[in-house]
């Protein structure tokens, strides 16, 4: 199954790409929008990667300082 295009942007916050998007399939011109259909999914799955990736190192950064805080107070 695909994934929704409009949902995976508006669930990454960006809401001006989602107006955009739902605008150009409003408008029609399917053929254009399906050739482009598998970068547009790529990109969004390369940001939600990254978003969660760079999630993970911050959480690990702050569990460190966090510990090192407790262990070694002021």
């Known amino acids: 199954m695909k994934p929704d295009v409009l949902v995976e942007l508006k669930s990454l916050r960006l809401h001006g790409m989602a107006g955009a998007w739902?605008?150009?399939?409003?408008?029609?011109?399917?053929?254009g929008i399906e050739s482009s259909r598998w970068l547009i999914e790529h990109l969004l799955?390369?940001?939600?990667t990254d978003r969660a990736?760079?999630?993970?190192?911050h959480q690990m950064h702050s569990k460190r300082?966090?510990?090192?805080?407790?262990?070694?107070?002021?």
């Open 22 to 31: 739902a605008d150009l399939v409003e408008q029609g011109g399917n053929a």
């Open 65 to 74: 300082g966090l510990k090192a805080a407790l262990t070694h107070p002021g």
């Open 45 to 48: 799955q390369a940001e939600a």
């Open 53 to 57: 990736m760079r999630s993970v190192s």
